[in-house]
């Protein structure tokens, strides 16, 4: 079974400009995760997708984010335009649905780096 | 809101020692506990998880035991190998609706041959 894809796993943008990041969960995971870790500190939440639709957006941090998931398989977050706090490493994570406490498969990360 | 504090880091040891990484957290009800793993170059793992209080979750030596008394999920090991070298997280996710995780800041573990 393929585990947790994501693409890119590094970008290096410059200030202003868009990126885009790609997350292909684990085949027939409905529960979807965004999180990143910034500059060495912990890993933070963003957004949560059931199938296609947003669940939680509480962590998002503000609307220079979109996050989609068409479909409900895979799902892209852009920034735009990307600012230098922008910078870290970005998290992808899926799990099926089941009762609390299920476990949360991540992917490699895609290291963000905006100057 | 949750929270988990876990001790900072780095932590180096020699190849056989035991190893005790601390993990506090601060949550409403009846979390669920984890810890998860990042080698280097590579993404998170679960490395165990705990679900209700008294549980222990162990897996490739490690153990930790969900303590609700002293709200703390504290990672163990007998004896420590270089492999072993790697961050460690701490992280909970609640018992009503957010299934998000909170996770600590990570501790960095360094194993000496």
């Known amino acids: 079974e393929a585990g947790v894809t994501q693409f890119p796993s590094h970008s290096v943008i410059e200030k202003g400009q868009t990126v885009t990041l790609r997350c292909d969960p684990i085949s027939g995971h409905d529960n979807l995760y965004w999180y990143r870790r910034v500059m060495g500190k912990e890993i933070k939440f963003l957004l949560h997708?059931?199938?296609?639709?947003?669940?939680?957006e509480s962590g998002m941090p503000n609307n220079r984010f979109l996050a989609e998931r068409t479909g409900g398989t895979y799902s892209t977050l852009k920034v735009q335009p990307a600012e230098l706090e922008d910078s870290g490493v970005y998290f992808c994570a899926s799990s099926k649905q089941g009762p609390r406490g299920e476990t949360q498969y991540f992917g490699p990360g895609t290291r963000l780096l905006v100057l | 809101g949750n929270s988990v504090t876990q001790m900072e880091g780095p932590v180096t040891l020699s190849e056989e020692a035991f190893l005790t990484i601390n993990c506090t957290y601060t949550?409403?009800?009846?979390?669920?506990l984890f810890w998860y793993v990042q080698y280097p170059g590579e993404g998170l793992q679960l490395l165990l998880k705990a679900t209700k209080a008294d549980d222990k979750g162990s897996n490739k030596g490690f153990e930790a035991t969900y303590r609700k008394e002293t709200t703390s999920f504290h990672l163990e090991k007998g004896s420590v190998q270089v492999s072993d070298s790697a961050v460690y997280f701490c992280?909970?996710?609640?018992?009503?609706?957010?299934?998000?995780?909170?996770f600590g800041s990570g501790t960095r573990l360094q194993v000496q041959p």
């Open positions: 997708f059931v199938k296609e639709s947003k669940q939680d």
């Open positions: 949550a409403t009800g009846y979390p669920s």
């Open positions: 992280a909970l996710s609640g018992d009503t609706g957010r299934r998000a995780l909170t």
